[in-house]
């Protein structure tokens, strides 16, 4: 990929961000992960979830209008220590 100034630009590839991802959150052993292709790591990893799927901030808006917590006739919930 090239610059508006023309010169060659890379991003570095985001390694600490997969590594935490594949072993850290999705626990796979080290051989498993180091065994698997890119695409392979990427479906494990939910990249090709699909999007309708993900709430959005409207959608949460919506949700909490429709289900407030202060239920009519209820009382608030408290909080103790």
Do not use: Q
């Not at 985001?14 to 991802?21: G, K």
């Not at 790591?41 to 202060?70: C, I, K, N």
């Amino acid at each position: 990929m090239r610059a508006a100034g023309g010169e060659a630009t890379t991003r570095p590839f985001p390694w600490e961000a997969v590594l935490d991802a594949g072993l850290c959150r999705l626990r796979l052993p080290p051989g498993v992960f180091w065994d698997l292709s890119l695409v392979e790591f990427a479906a494990m990893a939910g990249a090709f979830a699909p999007r309708s799927a993900r709430l959005s901030r409207a959608g949460l808006e919506g949700l909490m209008r429709a289900f407030p917590d202060d239920a009519v006739g209820g009382s608030s919930p408290s909080v103790t220590a």
